[in-house]
């Protein structure tokens, strides 16, 4: 229960930093976050959505945007790999 005081979300904080960096890399620009999830703009929204999901690697469209929730490393790895192949 809450007793055992909040849950330790600092593995999350890390990754969420380091994916936003290595979105950064391939010229993307996420948004500021302070959930486990990232927004991303982008005019190409719509299209990357429909190749990252023919590539089993599932987003959120948003309008102008994709919404990339924050995942294990190997699996955000995968995502950055796939949006590097088709910018």
Same mark, same amino acid.
Request: negative net charge; contains cysteine.
């Given at each position: 229960?809450?007793?055992?005081?909040?849950?330790?979300?600092?593995?999350?904080? !890390?990754?969420?930093?380091? +994916?936003?960096?290595? @979105?950064?890399?391939? =010229?993307?620009?996420?948004? &500021? *976050?302070?959930?486990?999830?990232?927004?991303?703009?982008? !005019?190409?929204?719509?299209? +990357?959505?429909?190749? @990252?999901?023919?590539? =089993?690697?599932?987003?959120? &469209? *948003?309008?102008?945007?994709?919404?990339?929730?924050?995942?294990?490393?190997?699996?955000?790895?995968?995502?950055?790999?796939?949006?590097?192949?088709?910018?």
């Amino acid at each position: 229960g809450l007793e055992a005081g909040p849950p330790d979300v600092s593995a999350t904080i !890390e990754e969420r930093e380091r +994916l936003t960096a290595a @979105l950064r890399s391939i =010229g993307l620009d996420p948004l &500021p *976050s302070y959930t486990n999830f990232l927004c991303v703009p982008n !005019e190409r929204a719509p299209e +990357l959505y429909e190749s @990252l999901l023919d590539r =089993g690697i599932a987003v959120r &469209p *948003s309008p102008g945007a994709l919404r990339i929730t924050v995942h294990r490393p190997d699996a955000d790895d995968r995502l950055v790999d796939a949006l590097a192949r088709l910018l």
